[in-house]
């Protein structure tokens, strides 16, 4: 593995380069990965760097990287004052990434924000050959509602009467300070899985399925996991699903099977023909995606 | 103020950030600071703590090394034999050793919360390099002051049985938490070795300030086992003073979730180090050279 700051030097960015190994390593194989961002990138970075492992042991390079002002990039988080500059960040992680394995595409791997952000990125990008989400925050204003309702449960148990900044130019949830403008953008940004021409897999809780229709474009894995987002006492628990992780590892392998089968990994992408190519299994597809009304995700 | 990757320790398999300071704002002969990991948070710490904690000391003009100890974050465990050596007692060696080697000095401040102030602790009282220490929320031990001031005292204060109701209601719709209601509130019992001793901490303690190491403990309100600034004395004995420093902070939690508590440790860190080891000592310094060549 390794570490390394990347990017524009005034806005260095911190990533973690997992090197392929194996016979598969020389395919033009490679995964971004998009954290969450606030407290559940604190949570779940030891689950991402097994996940990252996993996947560099099955001939995959893998980038994890920290958006700007979130962990170990340059800058703070009030600074961010729209979800422009985390696509951009992705962005930048992705041209990096295709740089250093000398590959023309890859997949994203989002997980919770992060998958709001990599589709975001995917709709828009020619250097995306595929997406995972993994149960991905697709209504931002639910899910900063959730957060909204824990950080107000925080403040109240708390020994004292604190009042935390929330104002028009900035708010404090659950540990972070986010800038409003940022705020307003991520509760008016949709979430369109039906705009994302590359394939889709998609892990979420069972108790969500629904909340994802039939389309040939995705396919859908539900997590025998329960929700512990929403719960104030995990709040500092380390987030680690190692099954799924392995699961999403082998579905990863297997999507860039079917991609290097259609000759669409070293190739400047086609998004029409990649569609369906890297899901086909010939099976009968698993219940496909696209979320309708908006889920109670957060 | 750059911030650098540096990976060190057996086959470099330690990882850590060092944030330096741009060079016209750099202290002259001040150690360099080494934060070291709190329970299994990686080396950004609880909340960005270490993150913030270093690059408000890289303003003041000192170095930081933030690293993740083997295991953890992205350092790979150690596979050698330990023989009943404290891990992070070698960890933090290695990286004592790497900026020994690299940036010309050989006095270090090394900085932990809970578990990192317990491995801060070991650290100390192992290494000669040692100068000065910050543990925030580390070793302590109940005492009868804790006794009337905590457990009795909490009882006069109806925010206390406010807070146990709603913990309860809060817990029927929430069927996977802690039976504890309390359980909020880090104890120390949960991070530490179970045989400390109270005198042996004491006697190392000593050893420290005769060592001329300087100190500066931290307290929360959430640590559950420290109630008041006081409780300092009690369990040690020890008076703080100039070297050893203790402060309490009566408002904040445990892992400084607050962004106004965290700041406010932050600079209470950060102003500790410029009094020990910043300006006002390197001013002192060159005084001392120039008194001497005339």
New interface residues.
Partial sequence: ?T???FGEPHQ?L?G?LHQARGCKSAANRTVVICPPIG?EY?RT??CL?LLARQLARKGINVLRLDYRG???S?GV?EETTSITHWYQDVHTAIDYACEQTNCRNVMLVGLRYGGAIASAVAAESSKINSLILWEPVLDAGQYLKSLRTMHK????????N?K??NNSDQE?I????FDRNLLVEMESAAVDLDAIDQPQFIVDLFEHRNAYTVNEMQRFMPSED?DSWT??????T?WLRASTARQITLMADEMFSRLQEFEQLGAHLNPVTSSASALSTGDAPIATATPTASPAVS | MQETVIQFGPNDGLLGILTTPAEFERVANAPIAVVINAGIVHRVGPFGLHVKMARQLAEAGISTLRLDLSGLGDSLPRTEKLGGQNRAVLDVADALNFLQANYDTDRFVVIGLCSGAYNAHQVAVNDDRIVGAVFMDGIVFRTMGYFWRHTVGRLFKPRTYRNAIKRRMLDRNQPWIAEDAGAELAESEFFFADDIQRSEITNQLNDLIQRDVSMLFLYTAGYDDICGRSQFREMYGISPDDQVQVEYFPKSEHTFRIVENRNAACSRVATWYQAQFGRLESNQASQHELEELV
Avoid: Y
């Fill in positions: 593995m570490p390394t700051f260095q911190f973690a407290q604190i970075h030891w760097r979130i962990g170990d340059a988080n449960q925080m403040i109240d148990l708390w020994v004292s604190f935390t900044p404090e659950l540990g972070s300070t329960e719960n104030l006492q995990l709040l500092e380390s």
